[in-house]
C-alpha cells in the first residue's frame, strides 16, 4: 500500500482540488485527503500505477510535487538533515570563498563536487586551501550577512520534536555554521568538518577524516542505534551527492531541491515545497504542526 502525496508551493497554494480526484479516480485509489487546503493532499492506492512517473512529469509542469510514499510507518522518529542548500539557502564554503575573493571558483568546484562530478573529499580540501589566511571573524560576518534559512525548517523540527522525534544535522560543511544553525532551528545535534586555524585566520586546511558520504551513513546507524529505534524510523533530507547514501538507507529519503543528478536517484523529490513537505509526506495535517 502507497499513500500518493500531492504538494504546492505554500506560497502559491496552487494545488487544484480537481488534480488529486482526478488521479485516484483515474488509479482507483481511495478517499482525497486534504492536509491543507490548496497547499497538500494524499490519497492511498494499492500500488504504483505504471503511468505513476509520466503523471510525475505532468505534475511538475504544473508546479506541484507528487511523492509516492509507503502506507506504512509514516511518521519518523528521527530527522537526519543536511545543511547547505536544505536547512539554509546558501553554501557556506561558497560565501567564505567570496569573502576571500575566489568566489566564482570555489562555487564552480561545489556545483560540481554536489552534482557528484568530483570527489567529494579532494573537492572540500581544494576549496579550503583557497581560504588560507581568512579571518576567522569573517564566520560571524558571513552567518549574519549572507545565511538565510530555507522556508519551513523550524516548523518542521518543531513539529517533529513535539511528536518524541530526534534531530540531527549532519553536514559536509562545517561546525562553525553547523552550531548556530542547530541551535537556531532547535536541533538535538550537529556534526560537520571542522576548519583549522593557525592563531586568527584560517589555515587553509580541515580536519581529517572529512565528513563525506560515508560518514553521513555513518552517523544515520549510529544515532538511530542510540535513539533505539532502526533506520527505517528515519527521514532523512539532502540536496547533493554526498547525501545519496544517507538517502537511500533511511527508511524515507527526501532530495529537496536537488541536484539534477541526484533527484535522477530518487523516488522522493521535493521541487516546489518548503521545509514543512517532510511533514505532510509523513501524514501530518498542518492543523498539527507547531
Request: hydrophobic share 45%; aromatic share 6%; charged share 20%.
Amino acid at each position: 500500500m502507497f499513500v500518493i502525496t500531492l504538494i504546492a508551493d505554500p506560497q502559491r497554494r496552487n494545488l487544484d482540488p480537481a488534480l488529486p480526484t482526478s488521479l485516484r479516480n483515474a488509479w482507483g485509489g481511495g478517499d482525497v485527503t486534504w492536509l491543507s487546503p490548496d497547499e497538500a493532499a494524499e490519497f492511498p492506492v494499492e500500488r504504483l500505477p505504471g503511468n505513476f512517473w509520466t503523471a510525475w512529469e505532468d505534475c511538475r509542469e504544473l508546479g506541484v510535487d507528487m511523492v509516492p510514499v509507503p502506507a506504512e510507518n509514516r511518521r519518523k522518529r528521527l530527522l537526519l538533515a543536511d545543511m547547505d542548500s536544505t536547512l539554509i539557502q546558501q553554501e557556506c564554503i561558497d560565501e567564505l570563498a567570496a569573502e576571500a575573493g575566489f568566489g566564482e571558483q570555489v562555487s564552480a568546484i561545489t556545483a560540481r563536487a554536489m552534482n557528484g562530478e568530483l570527489d567529494f573529499e579532494q573537492a572540500i580540501d581544494e576549496r579550503v586551501g583557497l581560504l588560507a589566511g581568512l579571518p576567522v571573524d569573517v564566520i560571524t560576518k558571513v552567518l549574519a550577512e549572507r545565511i538565510t534559512y530555507m522556508p519551513g525548517g523550524k516548523t518542521l523540527v518543531a513539529t517533529m520534536k513535539a511528536s518524541g522525534a530526534y534531530c540531527a544535522l549532519v553536514s559536509g560543511g562545517f561546525t562553525e555554521f553547523t552550531g548556530p544553525v542547530a541551535t537556531h532551528l532547535g536541533m538535538d545535534e550537529h556534526r560537520a568538518n571542522v576548519l583549522l586555524r593557525d592563531g586568527a585566520v584560517l589555515s587553509g586546511a580541515v580536519q581529517h577524516p572529512i565528513l563525506g558520504r560515508a560518514a553521513k551513513v555513518e552517523a544515520l546507524d549510529q544515532i538511530s542505534a542510540k535513539q533505539g529505534i532502526t533506520v527505517q524510523d528515519a527521514i532523512a533530507v539532502g540536496d547533493g551527492a554526498n547525501d545519496l547514501g544517507m538517502l537511500g538507507r533511511a527508511g524515507m529519503g527526501v532530495a529537496l531541491h536537488a541536484k539534477p543528478a541526484v533527484a535522477a536517484q530518487c523516488d522522493i523529490r521535493i521541487n516546489y515545497g518548503d521545509l514543512t513537505a517532510l511533514l505532510y509526506l509523513q501524514g501530518y495535517n498542518r492543523d498539527e504542526f507547531s
